[in-house]
Protein backbone atom coordinates (compact mmCIF):
# COMPACT_ATOMS: atom_id res chain seq x y z
CA UNK A 1 0.00 0.00 0.00
CA UNK A 2 1.39 3.31 -1.03
CA UNK A 3 1.07 6.52 1.73
CA UNK A 4 -1.44 9.00 0.99
CA UNK A 5 0.61 11.52 0.22
CA UNK A 6 2.78 9.83 -2.28
CA UNK A 7 -0.24 9.15 -4.35
CA UNK A 8 -2.04 13.07 -3.69
CA UNK A 9 1.70 13.91 -5.07
CA UNK A 10 1.87 11.75 -8.00
CA UNK A 11 -1.46 13.10 -8.87
CA UNK A 12 -0.92 16.17 -8.57
CA UNK A 13 2.49 16.41 -10.75
CA UNK A 14 0.50 14.87 -13.94
CA UNK A 15 -1.89 17.63 -13.81
CA UNK A 16 -1.42 21.12 -15.45
CA UNK A 17 -2.99 24.40 -15.07
CA UNK A 18 -5.82 25.37 -17.91
CA UNK A 19 -4.79 27.85 -20.45
CA UNK A 20 -5.86 31.56 -20.04
CA UNK A 21 -8.34 32.99 -21.70
CA UNK A 22 -9.44 36.69 -21.72
CA UNK A 23 -13.09 37.03 -20.67
CA UNK A 24 -15.68 39.84 -19.70
CA UNK A 25 -15.50 40.90 -15.82
CA UNK A 26 -19.30 39.48 -15.71
CA UNK A 27 -18.30 35.88 -17.02
CA UNK A 28 -15.34 35.74 -14.90
CA UNK A 29 -17.50 35.04 -11.24
CA UNK A 30 -15.24 32.51 -9.19
CA UNK A 31 -12.42 31.99 -11.64
CA UNK A 32 -8.83 32.98 -11.20
CA UNK A 33 -6.49 35.90 -12.25
CA UNK A 34 -3.98 34.42 -15.11
CA UNK A 35 -2.05 37.93 -14.58
CA UNK A 36 -1.76 40.36 -11.47
CA UNK A 37 -3.89 43.70 -11.65
CA UNK A 38 -1.88 46.68 -11.32
CA UNK A 39 -3.67 49.99 -10.49
CA UNK A 40 -3.90 52.68 -13.08
CA UNK A 41 -5.95 55.39 -11.71
CA UNK A 42 -6.80 56.04 -7.99
CA UNK A 43 -10.19 54.67 -6.06
CA UNK A 44 -11.55 57.50 -5.14
CA UNK A 45 -10.78 58.68 -8.03
CA UNK A 46 -11.26 62.26 -5.98
CA UNK A 47 -11.40 63.72 -2.69
CA UNK A 48 -15.48 63.55 -1.40
CA UNK A 49 -17.36 63.64 1.65
CA UNK A 50 -17.80 59.99 3.80
CA UNK A 51 -20.84 62.18 5.56
CA UNK A 52 -23.94 64.48 4.17
CA UNK A 53 -23.46 67.80 6.07
CA UNK A 54 -21.30 71.08 4.99
CA UNK A 55 -18.14 71.75 3.64
CA UNK A 56 -16.33 74.16 5.60
CA UNK A 57 -12.46 75.60 5.22
CA UNK A 58 -10.35 76.38 8.45
CA UNK A 59 -9.90 79.91 8.38
CA UNK A 60 -13.55 80.24 9.40
CA UNK A 61 -12.69 78.04 12.64
CA UNK A 62 -9.08 80.30 13.46
CA UNK A 63 -10.64 81.79 16.54
CA UNK A 64 -12.79 79.22 17.71
CA UNK A 65 -16.71 78.39 16.86
CA UNK A 66 -17.93 80.73 14.42
CA UNK A 67 -20.85 82.94 14.15
CA UNK A 68 -23.67 81.67 11.54
CA UNK A 69 -22.07 80.61 7.98
CA UNK A 70 -23.57 81.75 4.51
CA UNK A 71 -24.59 78.63 2.76
CA UNK A 72 -23.80 79.34 -0.54
CA UNK A 73 -23.93 75.99 -2.41
CA UNK A 74 -25.41 72.57 -2.55
CA UNK A 75 -23.47 69.62 -3.65
CA UNK A 76 -24.70 66.15 -4.21
CA UNK A 77 -23.32 62.78 -5.43
CA UNK A 78 -22.42 62.92 -8.85
CA UNK A 79 -21.84 66.82 -9.36
CA UNK A 80 -18.52 68.37 -10.63
CA UNK A 81 -17.81 71.60 -8.03
CA UNK A 82 -14.71 72.53 -9.37
CA UNK A 83 -16.44 76.00 -10.34
CA UNK A 84 -16.75 76.74 -6.92
CA UNK A 85 -14.90 78.24 -4.37
CA UNK A 86 -15.28 77.85 -0.23
CA UNK A 87 -14.50 81.06 1.59
CA UNK A 88 -14.13 82.21 5.23
CA UNK A 89 -17.52 82.23 6.80
CA UNK A 90 -19.15 80.07 4.05
CA UNK A 91 -20.59 76.48 4.26
CA UNK A 92 -21.55 74.46 0.93
CA UNK A 93 -23.90 71.64 1.67
CA UNK A 94 -22.82 68.57 0.13
CA UNK A 95 -23.93 64.87 0.31
CA UNK A 96 -21.80 61.42 1.17
CA UNK A 97 -19.36 60.41 -1.98
CA UNK A 98 -19.70 64.08 -3.43
CA UNK A 99 -16.51 65.74 -4.63
CA UNK A 100 -15.53 68.61 -2.44
CA UNK A 101 -15.41 72.43 -3.48
CA UNK A 102 -12.05 73.84 -3.94
CA UNK A 103 -11.03 75.17 -0.50
CA UNK A 104 -12.73 72.52 1.52
CA UNK A 105 -10.65 71.55 4.43
CA UNK A 106 -13.47 70.03 6.41
CA UNK A 107 -16.77 68.74 6.32
CA UNK A 108 -19.15 68.84 9.16
CA UNK A 109 -21.79 66.07 9.94
CA UNK A 110 -25.34 67.21 9.69
CA UNK A 111 -26.19 65.99 13.20
CA UNK A 112 -23.39 68.73 14.41
CA UNK A 113 -25.07 71.70 12.70
CA UNK A 114 -28.21 73.65 13.09
CA UNK A 115 -29.69 75.06 10.15
CA UNK A 116 -31.79 78.49 10.10
CA UNK A 117 -32.98 79.46 6.78
CA UNK A 118 -29.99 80.01 4.65
CA UNK A 119 -27.58 79.85 7.44
CA UNK A 120 -26.16 77.13 9.40
CA UNK A 121 -24.51 76.89 12.80
CA UNK A 122 -21.22 74.86 13.45
CA UNK A 123 -22.06 73.10 16.95
CA UNK A 124 -18.69 71.33 17.02
CA UNK A 125 -15.23 72.47 15.76
CA UNK A 126 -13.99 70.26 12.92
CA UNK A 127 -10.33 69.12 12.84
CA UNK A 128 -8.88 69.82 9.34
CA UNK A 129 -9.21 66.67 6.93
CA UNK A 130 -12.52 65.43 8.85
CA UNK A 131 -14.88 63.22 6.97
CA UNK A 132 -12.69 63.43 4.08
CA UNK A 133 -12.05 60.69 1.99
CA UNK A 134 -8.48 61.46 -0.30
CA UNK A 135 -8.42 60.30 -3.54
CA UNK A 136 -6.49 56.79 -3.95
CA UNK A 137 -7.14 56.26 -0.49
CA UNK A 138 -8.87 53.08 -1.29
CA UNK A 139 -6.14 51.72 -4.11
CA UNK A 140 -3.49 54.29 -5.71
CA UNK A 141 -2.08 53.91 -8.97
CA UNK A 142 0.84 51.65 -9.28
CA UNK A 143 -0.21 49.48 -6.85
CA UNK A 144 0.10 45.59 -7.34
CA UNK A 145 -3.73 45.32 -5.69
CA UNK A 146 -4.36 41.16 -7.07
CA UNK A 147 -1.92 38.43 -7.72
CA UNK A 148 -2.25 35.54 -10.28
CA UNK A 149 -4.37 32.90 -8.71
CA UNK A 150 -6.57 35.48 -6.88
CA UNK A 151 -10.39 34.24 -7.25
CA UNK A 152 -12.90 36.54 -8.65
CA UNK A 153 -14.88 36.68 -5.31
CA UNK A 154 -17.86 38.97 -4.85
CA UNK A 155 -15.29 41.68 -3.09
CA UNK A 156 -12.53 41.15 -5.90
CA UNK A 157 -14.84 41.46 -8.46
CA UNK A 158 -16.32 45.35 -6.92
CA UNK A 159 -12.76 46.18 -6.67
CA UNK A 160 -11.59 45.31 -10.27
CA UNK A 161 -15.22 47.28 -11.28
CA UNK A 162 -14.42 50.43 -9.30
CA UNK A 163 -10.96 50.47 -11.42
CA UNK A 164 -12.60 50.21 -14.39
CA UNK A 165 -11.49 47.16 -15.54
CA UNK A 166 -14.17 45.12 -18.07
CA UNK A 167 -12.00 42.59 -19.18
CA UNK A 168 -9.37 39.95 -17.30
CA UNK A 169 -7.51 37.06 -18.43
CA UNK A 170 -8.29 33.75 -16.07
CA UNK A 171 -7.70 30.50 -16.44
CA UNK A 172 -10.20 28.50 -17.78
CA UNK A 173 -12.70 26.68 -16.13
CA UNK A 174 -12.11 22.75 -16.71
CA UNK A 175 -14.57 20.57 -18.07
CA UNK A 176 -15.17 17.36 -15.86
CA UNK A 177 -16.86 14.21 -17.14
CA UNK A 178 -18.53 11.85 -14.84
CA UNK A 179 -19.00 8.37 -15.48
CA UNK A 180 -20.29 5.35 -13.33
CA UNK A 181 -19.92 1.93 -14.33
CA UNK A 182 -21.29 -1.29 -13.58
CA UNK A 183 -23.48 -3.46 -14.54
CA UNK A 184 -25.75 -3.06 -11.91
CA UNK A 185 -26.92 0.16 -12.17
CA UNK A 186 -30.24 1.01 -13.14
CA UNK A 187 -32.53 3.78 -14.19
CA UNK A 188 -35.88 1.30 -14.31
CA UNK A 189 -39.02 2.73 -12.39
CA UNK A 190 -38.71 -0.14 -10.51
CA UNK A 191 -35.17 -1.96 -9.45
CA UNK A 192 -34.87 -5.28 -10.84
CA UNK A 193 -33.41 -8.11 -8.44
CA UNK A 194 -29.90 -7.11 -8.16
CA UNK A 195 -29.82 -3.79 -9.55
CA UNK A 196 -29.44 -0.46 -7.62
CA UNK A 197 -29.50 3.57 -8.15
CA UNK A 198 -26.33 5.19 -9.51
CA UNK A 199 -25.98 7.32 -6.20
CA UNK A 200 -21.92 7.91 -7.43
CA UNK A 201 -22.73 9.98 -10.46
CA UNK A 202 -25.08 12.98 -9.15
CA UNK A 203 -23.10 12.86 -6.06
CA UNK A 204 -19.58 13.39 -8.43
CA UNK A 205 -21.01 15.40 -10.66
CA UNK A 206 -22.47 18.28 -7.92
CA UNK A 207 -18.41 17.65 -6.44
CA UNK A 208 -17.54 18.28 -9.49
CA UNK A 209 -19.32 21.42 -9.56
CA UNK A 210 -19.00 22.72 -6.08
CA UNK A 211 -14.89 22.32 -6.47
CA UNK A 212 -15.41 25.41 -9.37
CA UNK A 213 -15.51 22.89 -12.94
CA UNK A 214 -17.89 22.61 -15.73
CA UNK A 215 -19.10 19.02 -14.80
CA UNK A 216 -20.59 16.95 -17.20
CA UNK A 217 -23.04 14.13 -16.97
CA UNK A 218 -21.99 11.41 -19.55
CA UNK A 219 -23.92 8.81 -17.98
CA UNK A 220 -22.84 5.15 -16.76
CA UNK A 221 -21.90 2.23 -18.40
CA UNK A 222 -22.48 -1.59 -17.76
CA UNK A 223 -19.33 -4.04 -17.34
CA UNK A 224 -18.52 -4.65 -20.93
CA UNK A 225 -15.09 -3.77 -22.38
CA UNK A 226 -16.58 -2.35 -25.91
CA UNK A 227 -19.16 0.30 -24.82
CA UNK A 228 -16.26 1.24 -21.68
CA UNK A 229 -13.96 1.43 -24.49
CA UNK A 230 -16.03 4.07 -26.18
CA UNK A 231 -17.31 5.80 -24.04
CA UNK A 232 -14.09 6.93 -22.47
CA UNK A 233 -12.63 7.60 -26.08
CA UNK A 234 -15.85 10.16 -26.57
CA UNK A 235 -15.04 11.51 -22.90
CA UNK A 236 -11.19 12.53 -23.14
CA UNK A 237 -12.13 14.07 -26.83
CA UNK A 238 -14.51 16.11 -25.05
CA UNK A 239 -13.32 16.98 -21.61
CA UNK A 240 -10.32 18.45 -20.01
CA UNK A 241 -10.04 15.84 -16.89
CA UNK A 242 -12.63 12.70 -16.24
CA UNK A 243 -13.50 11.39 -12.77
CA UNK A 244 -15.24 7.51 -13.62
CA UNK A 245 -16.55 5.08 -10.34
CA UNK A 246 -16.34 1.68 -10.33
CA UNK A 247 -14.21 -1.42 -11.62
CA UNK A 248 -10.68 -0.34 -9.61
CA UNK A 249 -10.81 -3.64 -7.68
CA UNK A 250 -10.11 -6.90 -8.58
CA UNK A 251 -14.02 -8.68 -8.77
CA UNK A 252 -14.26 -10.42 -11.86
CA UNK A 253 -16.30 -7.75 -14.32
CA UNK A 254 -13.51 -4.93 -13.20
CA UNK A 255 -13.11 -4.10 -16.67
CA UNK A 256 -12.83 -0.18 -15.88
CA UNK A 257 -9.30 -0.61 -14.68
CA UNK A 258 -8.45 -3.09 -18.04
CA UNK A 259 -10.11 -0.60 -20.43
CA UNK A 260 -8.44 2.54 -19.04
CA UNK A 261 -5.21 1.02 -18.86
CA UNK A 262 -5.15 -0.04 -22.92
CA UNK A 263 -6.29 3.43 -23.39
CA UNK A 264 -3.73 4.80 -21.84
CA UNK A 265 -0.95 2.78 -23.95
CA UNK A 266 -0.23 1.10 -20.15
CA UNK A 267 0.84 4.23 -18.60
CA UNK A 268 -2.23 3.89 -16.23
CA UNK A 269 -0.97 3.64 -12.08
CA UNK A 270 -3.15 1.51 -9.84
CA UNK A 271 -3.04 2.62 -6.23
CA UNK A 272 -3.88 0.65 -3.08
CA UNK A 273 -3.96 3.62 -0.84
CA UNK A 274 -3.01 3.03 2.64
CA UNK A 275 -6.26 4.78 3.50
CA UNK A 276 -9.50 3.54 4.63
CA UNK A 277 -11.89 3.63 2.94
CA UNK A 278 -11.18 4.65 -1.20
CA UNK A 279 -8.26 2.06 -0.92
CA UNK A 280 -8.20 1.13 -4.64
CA UNK A 281 -7.82 4.27 -6.92
CA UNK A 282 -6.16 4.51 -10.49
CA UNK A 283 -4.93 7.69 -11.98
CA UNK A 284 -3.62 8.02 -15.32
CA UNK A 285 -4.17 10.38 -18.67
CA UNK A 286 -5.38 9.50 -21.79
CA UNK A 287 -4.76 11.23 -24.77
CA UNK A 288 -3.21 13.74 -22.27
CA UNK A 289 -6.52 14.26 -20.36
CA UNK A 290 -6.29 13.16 -16.52
CA UNK A 291 -8.33 9.88 -15.64
CA UNK A 292 -9.36 9.68 -12.10
CA UNK A 293 -10.47 6.03 -11.64
CA UNK A 294 -12.60 5.92 -8.29
CA UNK A 295 -13.48 3.19 -6.70
CA UNK A 296 -17.18 1.77 -6.73
CA UNK A 297 -18.41 2.65 -3.23
CA UNK A 298 -20.01 5.22 -3.08
CA UNK A 299 -18.36 7.17 0.67
CA UNK A 300 -14.91 5.91 -1.12
CA UNK A 301 -15.71 7.40 -4.00
CA UNK A 302 -16.58 10.79 -2.38
CA UNK A 303 -13.29 10.62 -0.05
CA UNK A 304 -11.80 9.86 -3.15
CA UNK A 305 -12.62 13.03 -5.01
CA UNK A 306 -11.95 14.94 -1.94
CA UNK A 307 -8.53 13.24 -1.19
CA UNK A 308 -7.28 13.71 -5.40
CA UNK A 309 -9.80 14.95 -7.64
CA UNK A 310 -10.59 18.40 -5.94
CA UNK A 311 -7.39 19.48 -5.17
CA UNK A 312 -6.35 18.66 -9.11
CA UNK A 313 -9.29 20.35 -10.12
CA UNK A 314 -8.13 23.32 -7.91
CA UNK A 315 -4.94 23.29 -9.71
CA UNK A 316 -6.46 23.31 -13.26
CA UNK A 317 -8.51 26.69 -11.63
CA UNK A 318 -5.38 28.27 -11.18
CA UNK A 319 -4.90 28.68 -7.37
CA UNK A 320 -2.31 28.07 -5.39
CA UNK A 321 -4.88 26.97 -2.27
CA UNK A 322 -5.80 23.06 -3.31
CA UNK A 323 -6.63 21.64 -0.01
CA UNK A 324 -9.26 22.17 2.48
CA UNK A 325 -8.71 23.63 5.82
CA UNK A 326 -7.26 21.07 8.83
CA UNK A 327 -7.81 21.95 11.91
CA UNK A 328 -7.88 20.64 15.46
CA UNK A 329 -11.02 19.21 16.89
CA UNK A 330 -11.45 17.26 20.65
CA UNK A 331 -13.08 13.70 20.06
CA UNK A 332 -16.34 13.70 21.87
CA UNK A 333 -16.38 10.04 22.36
CA UNK A 334 -13.54 7.24 22.71
CA UNK A 335 -11.97 5.74 19.43
CA UNK A 336 -9.88 2.47 19.58
CA UNK A 337 -8.59 0.83 16.17
CA UNK A 338 -6.40 -2.52 15.42
CA UNK A 339 -3.53 -1.73 13.47
CA UNK A 340 -4.16 -2.57 9.59
CA UNK A 341 -1.50 -0.33 8.20
CA UNK A 342 -4.51 2.56 6.89
CA UNK A 343 -4.75 6.00 7.83
CA UNK A 344 -8.49 6.55 8.95
CA UNK A 345 -10.80 8.94 7.44
CA UNK A 346 -13.95 8.66 10.03
CA UNK A 347 -16.64 10.99 8.29
CA UNK A 348 -17.64 13.38 11.63
CA UNK A 349 -19.73 16.01 12.75
CA UNK A 350 -17.46 18.61 13.38
CA UNK A 351 -19.19 21.45 16.02
CA UNK A 352 -18.07 24.75 17.84
CA UNK A 353 -17.66 24.03 21.46
CA UNK A 354 -18.90 28.01 22.38
CA UNK A 355 -15.49 28.82 23.38
CA UNK A 356 -13.65 29.12 19.97
CA UNK A 357 -12.57 25.68 19.94
CA UNK A 358 -13.98 22.97 17.94
CA UNK A 359 -15.57 19.33 19.00
CA UNK A 360 -15.84 16.25 16.82
CA UNK A 361 -17.76 13.19 16.96
CA UNK A 362 -17.80 10.38 14.08
CA UNK A 363 -20.69 8.88 12.33
CA UNK A 364 -22.16 5.96 14.34
CA UNK A 365 -21.84 3.32 10.91
CA UNK A 366 -18.19 3.97 9.10
CA UNK A 367 -19.01 1.35 6.31
CA UNK A 368 -17.78 2.64 3.09
CA UNK A 369 -21.23 1.80 1.41
CA UNK A 370 -23.22 3.89 4.35
CA UNK A 371 -23.74 7.21 2.50
CA UNK A 372 -25.95 9.01 4.89
CA UNK A 373 -22.94 8.87 7.17
CA UNK A 374 -21.18 11.10 4.46
CA UNK A 375 -24.04 13.22 4.41
CA UNK A 376 -24.43 14.16 7.88
CA UNK A 377 -20.94 14.73 8.07
CA UNK A 378 -19.10 17.86 7.92
CA UNK A 379 -15.45 16.54 8.46
CA UNK A 380 -13.36 14.26 7.53
CA UNK A 381 -11.10 13.19 10.90
CA UNK A 382 -7.90 11.92 9.98
CA UNK A 383 -7.45 8.98 12.45
CA UNK A 384 -3.08 7.43 12.49
CA UNK A 385 -3.14 3.98 12.05
CA UNK A 386 -4.21 1.41 15.41
CA UNK A 387 -5.02 4.89 17.17
CA UNK A 388 -6.41 4.52 21.06
CA UNK A 389 -7.73 7.68 22.19
CA UNK A 390 -10.00 8.88 24.67
CA UNK A 391 -12.81 11.53 24.83
CA UNK A 392 -10.92 15.24 25.04
CA UNK A 393 -8.35 13.91 22.80
CA UNK A 394 -7.39 15.78 20.09
CA UNK A 395 -7.78 14.71 16.60
CA UNK A 396 -6.99 16.62 13.22
CA UNK A 397 -9.82 16.80 10.73
CA UNK A 398 -10.59 18.00 7.17
CA UNK A 399 -13.43 20.60 7.08
CA UNK A 400 -15.34 19.17 3.84
CA UNK A 401 -18.89 21.15 4.66
CA UNK A 402 -20.37 24.17 7.40
CA UNK A 403 -19.35 23.55 10.75
CA UNK A 404 -22.26 22.44 12.77
CA UNK A 405 -24.04 24.63 15.62
CA UNK A 406 -22.17 28.16 13.72
CA UNK A 407 -24.25 30.94 15.94
CA UNK A 408 -23.15 34.10 15.30
CA UNK A 409 -21.14 35.61 18.50
CA UNK A 410 -21.20 38.68 18.93
CA UNK A 411 -18.85 41.14 21.25
CA UNK A 412 -20.95 42.69 24.00
CA UNK A 413 -22.36 46.10 22.87
CA UNK A 414 -23.75 48.78 24.71
CA UNK A 415 -26.57 50.84 23.27
CA UNK A 416 -28.22 53.95 23.86
CA UNK A 417 -31.84 52.67 23.06
N1 LIG B 1 -11.18 -9.04 -2.87
C1 LIG B 1 -11.25 -7.72 -2.69
N2 LIG B 1 -12.42 -7.13 -2.87
C2 LIG B 1 -12.53 -5.81 -2.68
C3 LIG B 1 -11.40 -5.06 -2.30
C4 LIG B 1 -10.17 -5.70 -2.15
O1 LIG B 1 -9.13 -5.11 -1.84
N3 LIG B 1 -10.15 -7.04 -2.38
N4 LIG B 1 -11.54 -3.73 -2.08
C5 LIG B 1 -12.85 -3.28 -1.67
C6 LIG B 1 -12.89 -1.87 -1.63
S1 LIG B 1 -12.07 -1.17 -0.39
C7 LIG B 1 -13.62 -1.13 -2.50
S2 LIG B 1 -13.77 0.54 -2.29
C8 LIG B 1 -14.32 -1.73 -3.61
C9 LIG B 1 -13.99 -0.97 -4.89
O2 LIG B 1 -14.47 -1.68 -5.92
P1 LIG B 1 -14.60 -1.18 -7.40
O3 LIG B 1 -14.00 0.16 -7.57
O4 LIG B 1 -14.12 -2.25 -8.28
O5 LIG B 1 -16.15 -0.95 -7.52
P2 LIG B 1 -17.27 -1.99 -7.88
O6 LIG B 1 -16.82 -3.35 -7.55
O7 LIG B 1 -17.75 -1.71 -9.22
O8 LIG B 1 -18.35 -1.52 -6.83
C10 LIG B 1 -18.14 -1.54 -5.45
C11 LIG B 1 -19.46 -1.29 -4.75
O9 LIG B 1 -19.94 -0.02 -5.07
C12 LIG B 1 -21.22 -0.08 -5.70
N5 LIG B 1 -21.29 0.91 -6.75
C13 LIG B 1 -20.50 0.96 -7.84
N6 LIG B 1 -20.83 2.00 -8.61
C14 LIG B 1 -21.86 2.60 -8.01
C15 LIG B 1 -22.65 3.74 -8.32
N7 LIG B 1 -22.42 4.47 -9.42
N8 LIG B 1 -23.61 4.13 -7.47
C16 LIG B 1 -23.86 3.39 -6.33
N9 LIG B 1 -23.12 2.32 -5.98
C17 LIG B 1 -22.16 1.91 -6.81
C18 LIG B 1 -21.27 -1.48 -6.25
O10 LIG B 1 -22.58 -1.89 -6.47
C19 LIG B 1 -20.55 -2.26 -5.17
O11 LIG B 1 -21.39 -2.49 -4.08
O12 LIG B 1 -13.97 -3.07 -3.77
C20 LIG B 1 -13.97 -3.82 -2.56
N10 LIG B 1 -13.74 -5.19 -2.87
O1 LIG C 1 -11.57 1.33 0.75
MO1 LIG C 1 -13.03 0.79 0.13
O2 LIG C 1 -12.69 2.23 -0.64
O3 LIG C 1 -13.29 0.94 1.85
O4 LIG C 1 -14.63 0.81 0.53
Redesign the pocket.
Known sequence: MKPLQEVIDHTLANIERMPELSTTLGEASGLFLAHPIVVENPVPPFDNTAVDGFAVCMETFATGIAEDLNVVATVAAGDDPSHLRLRSGEAIRIMTGAPLPPGTDAVVMIEDTLLQGEKVKVLRLPTLGANIRRRGSDVDAGEHIFETGTRITPAVKGVLASLSVTHVAVFRRPIVGVISTGDELSDDPILAPGKIRDSNRPSLYDAVAAAGATAVDLGSVGDDPDQLRAAFTHAVASCDALVTSGGV?VGDFDYTKAVLDELSDNQFTWFQ?A??????YAFGRIAGVPVFGL?G?P???L??FELFVRPSIRKMLGTPRLFRPTMRATLTVAINHQPDGKLHLLRGVVETDGHGGLIVTPQGHQ???VLTGMAQANGLMLVPDGAHLKPGDATDVIIVEELGNPTLTLPHTKTDG
Open positions: SVIKPAKPPNVSAVSGSH
